[in-house]
């Protein structure tokens, strides 16, 4: 696995909800569907995910913080058709096994988003699809300005 350069905070990921910060996701999911969630975190939308799905289907949560696994696995280990394993967006070992691939907020954080796309694809069956929700930072804007001090934080950032 990459080395990992991002935490994220799992008080933060663990008020999300599929409903409310994956809607597009949620519009799109029906029972029976095998799902692969990347970057699951601490798992909060994969079990809205594995609600929608079903008992009749499958959801598997990924990610490469084993921190953040062990609290998914804790809040949300005792549904079925849910399971939790270390793992990474560019190092998937999966061919046409999911109906659906999804990462949330995820390609901004990965040095080779591209791969992680390809490798997103390679897991999902012939003619099913893959839903990326991420942010475009460059088009980030402010009303009124921020102070000089942050925009060029903001800059280094983008840089």
């Given at each position: 696995m990459n080395a990992q350069f991002h935490q994220s905070d799992p008080r933060i990921l663990g008020r999300r909800t599929l409903?409310?910060?994956h809607r597009v996701l949620a519009a799109r999911l029906a029972p029976?569907?095998?799902?692969?969630?990347?970057?699951?975190g601490t798992g909060a939308i994969t079990a809205g995910i594995a609600r929608a799905v079903g008992s009749q289907g499958f959801v598997l949560g990924l990610d490469r913080d084993a921190g953040l696994l062990d609290i998914a696995r804790r809040e949300h280990g005792h549904n079925q058709n849910l399971r939790f394993e270390l793992g990474d967006a560019t190092s998937l070992a999966i061919d046409d096994k999911f109906d659906v691939v999804t990462a949330a907020r995820t390609l901004q954080w990965i040095?080779?988003?591209?791969?992680?796309?390809?490798c997103m694809a390679q897991a999902t069956k012939p003619s099913r699809y893959i839903m990326v929700l991420d942010y475009n930072h460059a088009a980030s804007q402010w009303d009124p300005d921020p102070p000089l001090p942050f925009r060029a934080f903001y800059q280094a950032f983008l840089d």
């Open positions: 409903e409310q910060d029976g569907l095998s799902v692969l969630d990347i970057s699951c040095s080779d988003p591209g791969l992680a796309i390809a």
